[in-house]
């Protein structure tokens, strides 16, 4: 394995750290400021796009897309560093770069498996960031966590699909500037449990489409995500040249599509977690408490010199991962995704909480970036299929080896 940068790579890593440095953390608390004063909370605040202005104009732009008919043409190794910079800064830097959750997945899906029209009509602009789009897979009243469980009816009519049903945690779908949903629902109930589920594109503005509540995780609105909705389909009629790849094919589409996204959380989640050490450190260098600063006292020495192991056991992985899923494909490292799912977020959650604590009440206040990063972090043990059902799978493929 041979986790050594290329030249692009490097040079990316030093323009995007400029770009950080002289545009991103800067812009923070104005963003912090421009999101208290909104009108419309899941709005983005304007300076994302002075942000995404200043991100095209140095190149930094559809970084995540491998394809190179339609991004940057990095393999996940070549991604790993600067997702992980992205995510020193991520209510931000991800949309400024056109890199952000859940659009970076819907374009890999259209990219993969959307016809030539579909991809003229909604993966065309998503590139351009023109727009932004949901994922509705997610559903209130069953077991979500087991993708084969959806509930929502996808049934044919003729020409068209007629879609009923309730998804919640859309994500993206309270952005006033999502224009298409892409909606996850059984075809064929009678067929074998895999093949039951099919995706297909509804534009937010098509009848019978009713929003009827924006999520919060943990209080915060996620705007970076463009918002999480509830949302009922009620007889929605879309034409079947609306569906994606096939119908039975939603299962593996999800499949496909939750890899990548998976690994570029765990990639971001590593820069969350440095970010916090940093701020840590900062702070028990700067403050005095029983006549010492913190930095001298015990508890706080053991707190970093485990951050700092923990992180780098993580970043570790995930380069593994993005190394493996580069040379032997997504399905060769599967067990390592599941791994890193497992592992990051916990990581991430475990350094932050420490720096939270020894930021005081500083540090659950909206002064310092640490709640928000906390919040996002405990998120991510459910996003993207639970701890539990990452371990239960984990546990299955190794001991399938034994027992065989």
Same mark, same amino acid.
């Given at each position: ?61 559809? +970084? ?58 909604? +993966? ?269 799978? +984990? ?10």
């Amino acid at each position: 394995m041979d986790f050594a940068f290329d030249e692009r790579t490097e040079r990316l890593r030093a323009e995007l750290t400029d770009f950080l440095t002289e545009h991103v953390y800067p812009a923070e608390p104005v963003y912090a400021r421009q999101v208290e004063e909104a009108t419309d909370p899941w709005a983005a605040p304007p300076v994302l796009d002075e942000l995404k202005a200043e991100a095209r104009r140095r190149g930094l732009w559809n +970084l995540f897309l491998p394809d190179e008919r339609f991004g940057a043409g990095l393999g996940n190794l070549a991604y790993a560093p600067l997702a992980e910079l992205t995510g020193r800064s991520p209510a931000l830097a991800p949309e400024a770069l056109n890199c952000s959750a859940p659009d970076t997945g819907n374009m890999e899906l259209l990219a993969a498996f959307g016809s030539p029209e579909q991809q003229q009509r909604w +993966l065309e602009p998503l590139l351009a960031g023109e727009i932004r789009s949901a994922f509705c897979m997610t559903e209130p009243e069953v077991a979500s966590s087991d993708a084969a469980n959806i509930a929502t009816r996808i049934d044919r009519d003729g020409d068209h699909y007629v879609i009923n049903g309730r998804k919640w945690f859309s994500s993206g779908a309270m952005s006033p500037r999502c224009a298409v949903f892409i909606v996850m629902g059984k075809t064929d109930p009678t067929a074998e449990r895999h093949r039951q589920q099919s995706m297909v594109l509804v534009p937010r503005d098509t009848p019978g489409v009713h929003i009827r509540r924006g999520l919060t995780v943990f209080g915060y609105t996620d705007g970076p995500h463009g918002g999480h909705a509830e949302i009922e389909f009620r007889d929605v009629r879309v034409p079947v040249s609306n569906v994606v790849g096939g119908e039975g094919e939603g299962f593996a589409i999800a499949q496909a599509r939750l890899g990548p996204g998976r690994i570029h959380h765990c990639m971001r989640l590593v820069g969350m977690a440095e970010r916090a050490l940093e701020l840590m450190c900062r702070r028990v260098t700067e403050r005095v408490a029983f006549g010492r600063p913190l930095a001298e006292q015990g508890v706080i020495g053991e707190w970093i010199a485990e951050s700092r192991v923990r992180i780098e056991q993580a970043r570790l992985l995930v380069l593994k991962t993005a190394w493996l899923m580069d040379t032997v494909g997504n399905r060769g490292a599967h067990t390592e995704i599941q791994a890193i799912k497992i592992a990051t977020p916990a990581t991430a959650e475990w350094v932050i909480d420490k720096a939270i604590q020894a930021h005081g009440g500083a540090g659950v206040s909206q002064d310092f970036p640490l709640a928000v990063l906390w919040a996002q972090a405990r998120m991510l043990r459910i996003a993207d299929g639970p701890d539990e059902v990452h371990r239960m799978s +984990l546990a299955r493929r190794e001991l399938k080896r034994h027992r065989s």
